[in-house]
């Protein structure tokens, strides 16, 4: 069992960063692959970013490749996702989430924390 808890949203201007956060219970995280996703007001859940086991291997959604970096330190248990040159397209509620397996698809993943919001003002 994985519990997920979310941080670091907020409001931004567009142009500018945000730093999202989460800290993951459980000893086996380093046995996770973490991914991040997003969903606006009536759109369905997006795949934003993933991060392999060991934190070498990543994977973005081509909207926000070269803005947004995933990373992760198991030390603390806690994957992150730097945001830069936001756009107002990117407001949405940010999740993330563990799979046993290398996926961008939301189904495979097991476990999910509650969201934080990003609004983004252009």
């Known amino acids: 069992q994985v519990q997920l808890v979310e941080s670091g949203g907020g409001l931004v201007q567009a142009g500018g960063s945000l730093r999202l956060s989460c800290a993951a219970s459980g000893r086996t995280f380093s046995s996770y692959v973490m991914g991040w996703f997003r969903q606006a007001p009536g759109k369905e859940r997006d795949f934003v970013a993933a991060i392999m086991w060991s934190g070498v291997n990543t994977y973005y959604a081509d909207s926000v490749k070269g803005r947004f970096t995933i990373s992760r330190d198991n030390a603390k248990n806690t994957v992150y996702l730097q945001m830069n040159s936001l756009k107002p397209e990117d407001a949405a509620v940010y999740s993330c989430?563990?799979?046993?397996?290398?996926?961008?698809?939301?189904?495979?993943?097991?476990?999910w924390g509650q969201g934080t919001q990003v609004t983004v003002s252009s």
């Open positions: 989430a563990a799979s046993r397996h290398w996926s961008h698809v939301a189904v495979e993943y097991d476990y």
